[in-house]
């Protein structure tokens, strides 16, 4: 069975600040998904790292991944209230799909 | 497209009834997924199903059970609905030959079992 942690569980940040969401994954994989969720709804495809070394930006997100430490970082840059959701990783082996716990960010004004 | 839509949005059930939840996709995908989500746990996987008339385990399959009779419809079945099923179900599809496995999301059907 596939184990995916992330960290931190809550976090609350200011405005304008930057700050970076971690996901470690316990076996090998080379895939991993990063989703959002808004507070009653359902989630959304944010990012697919495909292989080691891939990196995706949007906005103001960038997600990398390093298949060999099994971690992948979910970067936010100069936050803002719009950001503020859960934020979901998950991998895959076979075809199950392992979710994190998620991480609840606040952004605060 | 509708994408992937679940039937009934809420519902609330007394132990030992049973229900039936309807997951929908009109995109043609290949893989269906049924998740429950509960608080500070994440998505667990409960069943899945690769092609038509076929299911899986996964990882929380005990006191469900799913059919796949149709490519765009997967079935969610609870027989004698206990107070641990209560919890937000989710359905996704995807599609194997795109390569990234997307999952798509179905709204959720909020479940109570008093």
């Known amino acids: 069975e596939l184990k995916v942690e992330q960290n931190p569980l809550f976090l609350s940040m200011q405005e304008g600040k930057n700050y970076t969401i971690y996901c470690n994954y316990s076996?090998?994989?080379?895939?991993l998904y990063w989703y959002r969720q808004d507070p009653g709804k359902s989630l959304e495809s944010l990012f697919v790292?495909?292989?080691?070394?891939a990196v995706k930006q949007e906005g103001r997100l960038m997600a990398s991944l390093d298949t060999k430490a099994r971690l992948s970082t979910l970067h936010i840059t100069a936050a803002v209230h719009d950001l503020s959701a859960t934020y979901f990783c998950?991998?895959?082996?076979?075809?199950?799909?392992?979710f994190g716990t998620g991480t609840s960010l606040t952004v605060i004004p | 497209n509708a994408g992937v839509t679940q039937t009934p949005k809420f519902r609330v059930l007394k132990t030992g009834q049973s229900m039936t939840l309807l997951c929908a996709q009109d995109?043609?995908?290949?893989?269906m997924y049924w998740y429950r989500q509960d608080p500070g746990m994440g998505l667990r996987l409960i069943h899945y199903?690769?092609?038509?008339?076929?299911?899986a385990k996964g990882e929380v399959p005990d006191g469900y059970n799913v059919s796949r009779l149709k490519k765009q419809n997967f079935l969610l079945g609870l027989e004698s609905a206990a107070p641990s099923q209560t919890s937000v179900y989710f359905c996704?599809?995807?599609?194997?030959?795109?390569?990234?496995?997307?999952?798509?999301f179905g709204p959720g059907t909020r479940l109570t079992v008093l």
């Open positions: 199903s690769v092609g038509e008339g076929t299911t």
């Open positions: 996704a599809s995807s599609y194997p030959a795109d390569f990234t496995d997307t999952q798509y």
């Open positions: 998950a991998s895959n082996t076979g075809n199950q799909f392992y």
């Open positions: 995109m043609n995908h290949e893989y």
């Open positions: 790292l495909l292989s080691n070394g």
């Open positions: 076996t090998t994989s080379d895939r």
